[in-house]
């Protein structure tokens, strides 16, 4: 049976979708970890935008 080949999140590397690879959906620990800095820096973001679209309707 073949596995799934998915993309790498952060750098777009094609990876075996297996429980072998601890690092899944990632194709590394540096991916992975680049990943959870950006969580981290906050630079995963809502826009701005989307924010206040949810505010106006509030009211």
Known sequence: MKRPVVTCPQCGEAVEWNTENRF???????CKLIDLGQWATESYRIPEAEQKIKDEEKN
């Open 24 to 30: 899944r959906p990632f194709c590394s620990e540096r």
